[in-house]
């Protein structure tokens, strides 16, 4: 199984990081850029990727406690998918943004960890210029 795990350091608080990695209808605004639409319907969450891809996800968790958002691809190209997104305080201004996904069959982690790093480019790009 193929496991991607990244994480950045963002400079912001992690209260307002969590308000927006909470929001899993609205996906596209903390992505902007990467994803340019998304649509929630219960725990089906359909994004739509800048390229023109678009993936169904279900919601699996959103954790408050733990600042964590689980999710799984349900169709397209995977056998297997898993994913969290989770943010852990580092300092009063500071916070770390991890994000391990998980997946089958193992060659898609060469269209897999881009979206991964321009993902993570782009939280870091809109929380910091909140």
Known sequence: MATIHYEIVLDVPVDNAWRSLRDVGSPHH???????DARIEGDIRTVSFAGGMEVREQ???VSESDRRVAYTVIDGVFNHHSASMQL???GERQCRFVWISDFLPNEQLDMVRPLVEQ???AVKRVLETK
């Open 30 to 36: 903390l992505f902007a850029g990467v994803l340019t």
């Open 119 to 121: 993902g993570c480019a």
């Open 59 to 61: 919601i699996v968790d």
């Open 88 to 90: 852990f305080a580092v």
